[in-house]
């Protein structure tokens, strides 16, 4: 099948080298020119494990192409997936220019029955703005607007798509749901849940997983809050939680709160929308506000053990939102890093991957180690904000050597207390000592 995409973050390039690798010829569209000729030359903007090799296999194939212009991507194909961006605006709402834009570049050049597939987060309501857009933009225009939310996860996200849960298609038509049967043939598993909805539920079940999983990650470090308070241990608590098969063992990590292109962003959205439609969704702004304090209580707990941070060196582990990827949107990292430099302390930060992302916002304001161990030299504190592999199993006896002071703050519980006091550290974690 012939595919036309536009968009290539995250999203759009993983759909469309994925598509490409299942035998459809993929024409991607990108308005960054910059972000298109490296695509071209082979290289990936941003690092996602398993995409380049996906990439260059599929553009070797002569599968997977990248264009800058709007005309060519939309004749090209039967089926055009719209992957771009829909960031928070400053009232909470998605941003949906972009997705509206596509819809109507769409209808201005399309030629032919095609669908126009809305794999973007959008609020429900959103599919039938771009229904109504490309009427009123091409009356002619034989074009099926379906919802097809995507639910990948970074730093997994080729296997997440390759590998779903669920492949969720929001349209009523049935010509749409037999051509989109087509475009994910390759993919569905007997053992594949695939659900037909119409497009209000297709992007609302979105939202709903969006805004599920952040609330499990704010329950759990609120009981952390409380454990620290009262002298419980949060990882036994979710352990604990987890053994009932009715809550499961998945997101009750506690820690200093989520971060990503996503949740925030999307949690949000749905708050607003629901609010535009006279419902104040108290429990999903209650996961927002938990989430939003949470990023301070690691400088609570430094501050607390170290009283003045001026001329204090802090060093932080970790800067991505997550591990395995290079992407610091809402990652707690930045606002940590912001808070000890407001209190005068000096900050040291390592990265297996996202300091280059890192140096874009901070610059100067910190000093960036591509050594573990060099960052720590002198230093007053440790702070393990993101739980790369690279810094489970460090040698605290080697580390602390070089430190001022030995103090570790857990920001994601994965040390065991015991062996890091044992090193002669004292030990902070989420809702554990
Ligand atoms: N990142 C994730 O983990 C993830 C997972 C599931 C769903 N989503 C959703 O998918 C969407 C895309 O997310 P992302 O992280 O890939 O975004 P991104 O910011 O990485 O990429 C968006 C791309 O769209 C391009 N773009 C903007 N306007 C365009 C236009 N008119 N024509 C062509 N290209 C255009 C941008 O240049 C950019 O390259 C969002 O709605 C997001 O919420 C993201």
């Known amino acids: 099948?012939?595919?036309?995409?536009?968009?290539?973050?995250?999203?759009?390039?993983?759909?469309?080298?994925?598509?490409?690798?299942?035998g459809h010829d993929v024409l991607c569209?990108?308005?960054?020119?910059?972000?298109?000729?490296?695509?071209?030359?082979?290289?990936?903007?941003?690092?996602?494990?398993?995409?380049?090799?996906l990439v260059q296999h599929n553009m070797q194939a002569g599968r997977l192409r990248f264009?800058?212009?709007?005309?060519?991507?939309?004749?090209?194909?039967?089926v055009i997936f719209n992957c771009v961006g829909t960031p928070c605006?400053?009232?909470?709402?998605?941003?949906?220019?972009y997705v509206f834009t596509v819809a109507k570049n769409?209808?201005?050049?399309?030629?032919?029955?095609?669908?126009?597939?809305?794999?973007?987060?959008?609020?429900?309501?959103?599919?039938?703005?771009?229904?109504?857009?490309?009427?009123?933009?091409?009356?002619?225009?034989?074009i099926d607007v379906v919802s097809n939310p995507e639910f990948l996860k970074e730093g997994a996200a080729v296997h997440d798509f390759t590998h779903p849960d669920k492949i969720v298609i929001g349209t009523t038509s049935e010509q749409a749901r037999g051509v989109m049967r087509k475009v994910y043939s390759g993919l569905v598993r007997p053992y594949m849940n695939l659900l037909e909805t119409n497009?209000?539920?297709?992007?609302?079940?979105?939202?709903?997983?969006?805004?599920?999983?952040?609330?499990?990650?704010?329950?759990?470090?609120?009981?952390?809050?409380?454990?620290?308070?009262?002298?419980?241990?949060?990882?036994?608590?979710?352990?604990a939680l987890g053994m009932d098969y009715r809550i499961s063992p998945k997101f009750l990590n506690a820690g200093i709160g989520y971060g990503g292109s996503c949740f925030p962003k999307d949690i949000r959205a749905l708050v607003t929308k629901a609010k535009e439609h006279g419902y104040?969704?108290?429990?999903?702004?209650?996961?927002?506000?938990?989430?939003t304090r949470q990023k301070s209580?690691?400088?609570?707990?430094?501050?607390?053990?170290?009283?003045?941070?001026?001329?204090?060196?802090?060093?932080?582990?970790?800067?991505?939102?997550?591990?395995?990827?290079?992407?610091?949107?809402?990652?707690?990292?930045?606002?940590?890093?912001?808070?000890?430099?407001?209190?005068?302390?000096e900050v040291h930060v390592n990265d297996p991957i996202a300091i280059e992302e890192v140096k874009k916002i901070l610059g100067s304001k910190v000093t960036y180690h591509n050594s573990i161990y060099d960052c720590v030299e002198g230093s007053n504190a440790i702070i393990l904000v993101t739980e790369w592999d690279e810094y489970r199993n460090v040698d605290f006896n080697v580390i602390g050597n070089s430190m001022r002071t030995k103090m570790l703050f857990d920001g994601r519980n994965i040390y065991d207390p015991a062996l890091v006091k044992q090193a002669g550290f004292t030990y902070h974690g989420i809702g554990r000592k």
């Not at 020119?33 to 995409?51: D, H, N, R, V």
């Not at 212009?69 to 194909?77: I, P, R």
């Not at 999983?213 to 979710?238: C, H, Q, W, Y």
């Open 280 to 291: 104040d969704a108290c429990l999903l702004k209650s996961v927002d506000i938990c989430n």
């Open 1 to 22: 099948m012939k595919i036309s995409l536009f968009g290539t973050g995250y999203v759009g390039l993983v759909t469309g080298a994925s598509l490409a690798n299942l």
């Open 106 to 142: 769409v209808a201005t050049h399309s030629q032919g029955y095609q669908l126009l597939i809305n794999k973007s987060t959008v609020p429900p309501g959103t599919a039938k703005q771009c229904h109504d857009l490309i009427q009123q933009t091409n009356s002619e225009a034989m």
């Open 89 to 97: 605006k400053d009232d909470g709402s998605a941003n949906l220019e």
């Open 199 to 239: 497009w209000e539920t297709a992007e609302m079940i979105k939202y709903a997983n969006n805004s599920f999983l952040p609330m499990k990650i704010s329950f759990i470090n609120e009981i952390a809050n409380i454990a620290d308070r009262v002298g419980a241990d949060v990882k036994t608590i979710a352990k």
């Open 297 to 345: 209580v690691i400088v609570q707990k430094v501050k607390d053990e170290l009283g003045d941070l001026t001329n204090k060196k802090v060093t932080i582990w970790g800067l991505s939102f997550k591990p395995k990827t290079s992407d610091i949107r809402e990652a707690p990292s930045l606002v940590i890093i912001e808070q000890l430099l407001a209190l005068g302390a």
């Open 29 to 53: 569209m990108d308005v960054d020119e910059s972000k298109i000729t490296q695509l071209q030359q082979g290289a990936i903007p941003f690092f996602e494990p398993g995409l380049k090799e």
């Open 67 to 78: 264009t800058t212009n709007t005309k060519d991507a939309v004749q090209f194909g039967s």
